[in-house]
């Protein structure tokens, strides 16, 4: 089935949906975005995401869309188009296509940004086996520019990091930086020592998750308890157990570590927990 997509002011068939070459995104990788998730039709932890667009925006100097204080009804639309059960909604922004390449940013008063919507449909996103069964990630060299916080489009090395995983035979991988976990490629990592949960604190070194927020809120308000600080890749092979979270896989149990089991090598019962409770409480919370 052909998707309906958004660009600019009209919803289109994907077949139809047409962005020039000369789009700063397209160049530059001059552009933002954010992946919400829909379970059972409704949007999860949407106004973190909206928030969390504004600043990548305001971080860049990059103009809002005209569309702006459209999006959730722009969201709930495609959900209805595409009849989305379970699925993800991805938005990118960009600084336009102002005519011709040039490194010197366009005149916001005379280039509009673009802005794209559409949807993938994901049936059993809720349901991931993974969840059950764990993942396994290998460690490899941070390399990224320094504004981690900020979610650009810039996801080649992401993009590397899982080939790297692929070809080792593993998930996904944890990129470590002067010895110590950053995050995974698409996600924010955690290690369970002794109950406690640790987490790296907030930074530029890494983006500021939206699941992450809600997921360590909602810990500490189970009296779980939270540390906010660089580990290792040794302190994370020796913990009780480890897992990661993102807005597309919500909580999941990272079982092994370069090879190395964490803890007995199966889901830890906190991850587990943690993923019951997000999930129960993002679907009150869903729009």
Not at 15 to 34: N, Q
Not at 113 to 121: E, G, H, R, Y
Not at 268 to 286: C, N, Q, T, W
């Amino acid at each position: 089935m052909t998707r309906t997509v958004y660009l600019n002011g009209d919803f289109l068939p994907e077949t139809e949906a047409k962005v020039s070459i000369f789009d700063r995104a397209f160049l530059m990788a001059d552009g933002v975005y954010e992946v919400t998730s829909v379970l059972g039709g409704k949007l999860i932890d949407f106004d973190g995401h909206l928030k969390r667009l504004e600043r990548s925006l305001n971080e860049l100097d990059m103009k809002k869309p005209a569309a702006f204080d459209d999006l959730l009804s722009i969201h709930r639309k495609l959900v209805e188009l595409n009849d989305i059960d379970e699925g993800l909604i991805y938005l990118q922004v960009t600084r336009g296509a102002p005519g011709d390449r040039d490194f010197v940013f366009p005149d916001p008063e005379t280039t509009e940004p673009t802005l794209v919507l559409f949807t993938q449909a994901k049936p059993g996103l809720s349901n991931n086996p993974t969840a059950k069964t764990g993942i396994k990630v290998i460690s490899i060299e941070d390399v990224r520019w320094g504004r981690r916080d900020i979610k650009t489009v810039q996801l080649l090395y992401p993009s590397m990091g899982k080939m790297m995983a692929k070809k080792a035979g593993a998930d996904d991988a944890w990129m470590v930086e002067d010895g110590f976990v950053t995050e995974g490629t698409s996600n924010n990592a955690y290690i369970v020592k002794d109950g406690k949960i640790i987490t790296r604190n907030l930074s530029t070194d890494i983006l500021h998750g939206i699941t992450r927020a809600a997921v360590l809120k909602f810990a500490r308000e189970a009296q779980m308890t939270v540390e906010e600080r660089p580990f290792t890749v040794e302190e994370a092979k020796e913990a009780d157990e480890a897992f990661f979270t993102s807005a597309s896989a919500f909580v999941l149990p990272v079982v092994e570590i370069d090879g190395a089991k964490v803890g007995d090598g199966t889901p830890g019962s906190v991850a587990g927990r943690l993923r019951e409770i997000y999930l129960e409480e993002s679907l009150k919370a869903a729009v």
